[in-house]
């Protein structure tokens, strides 16, 4: 067992697992090791498998695929009836139940299948388990009921998933509006109606964009995400950025919009210029920008 957390409404539990089987020639003694992490999820009240997906299937694939920075999928889900977890000589293990609980694994998406993703962040960097069970259930809340504050959520693991063929004008306006949605709710500039206040907020609170580009990078910056935004629309080219600089401003946008998240989850400023560096897209980033901002 790796994790425990309980909630109020729900208990996690991650374990790994080590499979083993014999090669075809049993004689040569050799077998085949592999490693599997399971996520268990145990809700404290019988609930639909919609909800479990919803309040804690989601949540925490979205968590994986931040901290790995890839997108990780449902490999597969086991489903354990009720029943079976409270059988007794007068109920049976086969009595069909109303509801179920469910496991659910977890896998990030990686070119080698042999090898794992290297994570920008752990449970340790979350300040051990007890810290990090805080930051979760807050994290979890987001999802609750469909809240207004999961579109920054929506916008980030959208564009994730969405294939290299959409349009880069369709990934920078989501992307640049989950900053705008997390700006409003709980930004620096929350309430105010300027979208230049909340974009500068959220430039400016991340002392790293000023290590990926050249001098005075943060108010060109604002003044290009602004203008294509506005393009994007409204239609209005008068302050559209050329087009060599739509890929790092995308990848800025990302990054600022990762930033949120990784706010959200209790990171500091410190902290997440850290994560951000870690990056090997920001290496990339520091490169491009100082090509197109020079």
């Known amino acids: 067992t790796l994790f425990r957390m309980k909630l ?9 697992h080590f499979f083993g089987r014999y090669d075809h020639d049993y004689a040569s003694g050799r077998m085949k090791a592999s490693r599997r992490t399971v996520l268990e999820i145990k809700s404290s009240q019988p609930c639909s498998f919609d909800d479990i997906m919803r309040l804690f299937g989601r949540p925490v694939q979205d968590l994986l695929s931040l901290a790995a920075d890839k997108p990780a999928t449902i490999r597969s889900i086991l489903l354990r009836p009720i029943s079976a977890t409270t059988a007794t000589p007068n109920a049976p293990r086969n009595e069909p139940p109303n509801e179920v609980h469910a496991y ?7 070119p080698e299948p042999q090898s794992s993703p290297q994570l920008l962040f752990t449970l340790n960097d979350m300040g051990g ?15 609750e009921n469909d809240r207004h504050e999961a579109w920054p959520l929506l916008a980030y693991f959208g564009v ?8 880069i004008e369709l990934r920078f306006f989501l992307l640049i509006s989950g900053i705008e949605a997390w700006s409003r709710t709980r930004g620096k500039s ?3 109606q300027c979208l230049r206040s909340r974009i500068k907020d959220i430039v400016t609170s991340n002392p790293w964009v000023e290590d990926a580009g050249p001098p005075q990078l943060q108010s060109k910056a604002i003044d290009d995400l602004i203008g294509w935004r506005n393009y994007v629309a409204h239609g209005d080219g008068k302050k559209r950025p050329c087009r060599s600089k739509y890929a790092p ?11 949120c998240l990784l706010s959200d989850l209790g990171f500091s400023e410190c902290e997440i210029a850290n994560i951000t560096k870690k990056d090997g897209w920001f290496r990339w980033l520091q490169e491009r920008l ?4 020079a």
């Open 190 to 192: 929350r309430g105010r």
């Open 129 to 143: 388990e007890d810290e990090a069970t805080k930051r979760i259930t807050g994290w979890l809340r987001f999802y």
């Open 8 to 16: 109020s409404n729900a208990f996690f539990e991650v374990h790994s």
């Open 104 to 110: 659910a694994a977890f896998r990030g998406y990686t």
């Open 160 to 167: 994730k998933y969405m294939p290299m063929r959409t349009p």
């Open 249 to 259: 401003l995308l990848k800025l946008t990302q990054l600022l919009l990762r930033a």
């Open 290 to 293: 100082s090509d197109v901002y």
